[in-house]
């Protein structure tokens, strides 16, 4: 099997479902999930370097 067959092969199986399912979720924001994001990694931030202070 060559390289090609198998990626033609990938390619129509992932375009099976396409007709029913666009790929898209109707309830995902993508500012909403950035901004998710980016408030996690701010926290995170925070936390880590509030615990890594020197004593």
């Known amino acids: ?3 090609s067959s198998t990626a033609h092969n ?3 199986l992932a ?3 396409a007709e ?3 790929g898209n ?3 995902l924001n993508p500012y909403v999930t950035g901004g998710a994001a980016f408030v996690i990694l701010m ?3 925070w936390v ?3 615990l ?3 004593r």
Do not use: A, Y
């Open 15 to 17: 375009s099976e479902g």
């Open 25 to 27: 979720h109707d309830s």
């Open 10 to 12: 990938l390619v129509v």
């Open 1 to 3: 099997m060559s390289l």
């Open 52 to 54: 890594n202070r020197d």
């Open 20 to 22: 029913q399912h666009g």
């Open 43 to 45: 926290l995170m931030l």
């Open 48 to 50: 880590t370097t509030r």
